[in-house]
């Protein structure tokens, strides 16, 4: 597995949308610290957040559809065979069946989910179909991979990636469920983004725990815990031991504490914090949250080090390591 704890930088020169005058020489050494503010801006979760962000930056800069670039975005993270926490190459739950929960959400509050489904290859195009075309929010288990059909979805042949299969017979051995702080059995991809024009979105996809007992959902696909986004304030997300995640509503915390006049760092700071407060066994949780409110400022927290950030913006993209509790 890489070192989540490496820094990467490349600069980003030149796009039909970025106005001269905001582009900082090439020469440029000084990297913004958290609290500046940019527009447009994308924000990810983890390591593989930098290539999702590429993905996700050429959409937004060449037609100006976020949540396009929120969902193209993340499908990369579904499709990436190296990640063991995202997609049907995920670790399984204790059954031996890989299980996928997303969500998407719009800054106008429309979003969709689903959760606990099986054979499709991205959840988060499903979570999107679940918004557009039906009046639900979320769809779950049998009734998601059934709609999941009826819009045309192939199903995948249901067998774990090679990989998965190797570390899954090993837990076999002694079928013991348990954590381990920033390693690949809780690192959800969650991203945020801000459009030129102010708009907001966001997408959330993940594998969940490995080992999870089978039914298991995690933050990810429940609107307000693993996601939230709104126009008028701004969006974050989350990821992390689920469980935690959803007893505070975490990344609808942060957006209300934004709307009350927080900064986004103030804000992933207080859900820290209160996530401390009333979670037991803290010292086997980690969780970190990503924020952006609507005039592109940003700011990340997490419960522990070791939590990383993907940030994309007119200057530049880099990984970036959030600060900490503990």
């Given at each position: 597995m890489s070192n989540r704890r490496s820094f990467l930088k490349k600069t980003v020169i030149g796009s039909s949308v970025i106005i001269p005058s905001l582009i900082h020489s090439a020469c440029q050494s000084d990297i913004r610290?958290?609290?500046?503010?940019?527009?447009?801006?994308?924000l990810s979760t983890w390591e593989h957040g930098m290539a999702a962000n590429d993905?996700?930056?050429d959409i937004l800069t060449k037609t100006g559809d976020i949540v396009e670039a929120v969902e193209q975005g993340v499908k990369v993270t579904e499709l990436d065979l190296k990640n063991l926490s995202v997609g049907l190459q995920g670790l399984p739950d204790r059954e031996g069946i890989a299980t996928l929960d997303a969500s998407i959400m719009k800054g106008d509050g429309s979003c969709?989910?689903?959760?606990?489904?099986?054979?499709?290859?991205?959840?988060?195009?499903?979570?999107?179909?679940?918004?557009e075309e039906t009046p639900h929010v979320m769809l779950a288990g049998e009734g998601a991979r059934q709609f999941a059909?009826?819009?045309?979805?192939?199903?995948?042949?249901?067998?774990?990636?090679?990989?998965?299969?190797?570390l899954f017979q090993e837990w076999k051995k002694t079928s013991e469920y348990k954590p381990?702080?920033?390693?690949?059995?809780?690192?959800?991809?969650?991203?945020?983004a801000l459009g030129a024009d102010g708009k907001l979105a966001g997408s959330c996809t993940t594998s969940g725990l490995a080992y999870k007992m089978h039914g298991r959902v995690g933050d990810s696909p429940i609107i307000g815990?693993?996601?939230?986004v709104d126009d008028e304030v701004g969006a974050a997300t989350a990821t992390g031991l689920g469980e935690s995640i959803i007893r505070i509503c975490g990344s609808f915390l942060?957006?209300?504490?934004?709307?009350?006049?927080?900064?986004?760092?103030e804000a992933c700071e207080e859900a820290v914090r209160r996530l401390i407060s009333k979670n037991k066994d803290i010292d086997n949780i980690q969780a970190g949250f990503i924020a952006i409110n609507k005039d592109?400022?940003?700011?990340?927290?997490?419960?522990?080090?070791?939590?990383?950030?993907?940030?994309?913006?007119?200057?530049?993209?880099e990984l970036v390591d959030a600060k900490s509790k503990f």
């Open positions: 610290e958290i609290g500046e503010n940019y527009k447009p801006l994308i993905k996700a930056w969709g989910s689903v959760a606990f489904v099986r054979q499709v290859k991205h959840p988060i195009s499903l979570a999107r179909k679940v918004m059909l009826a819009q045309g979805f192939p199903m995948e042949e249901e067998t774990l990636s090679p990989r998965a299969e190797e381990i702080i920033n390693i690949e059995n809780h690192d959800t991809i969650g991203m945020i815990a693993g996601l939230f942060i957006v209300e504490l934004m709307r009350q006049g927080h900064s986004p760092q592109g400022e940003y700011g990340a927290y997490a419960v522990r080090p070791g939590f990383n950030f993907a940030r994309h913006h007119f200057e530049s993209q």
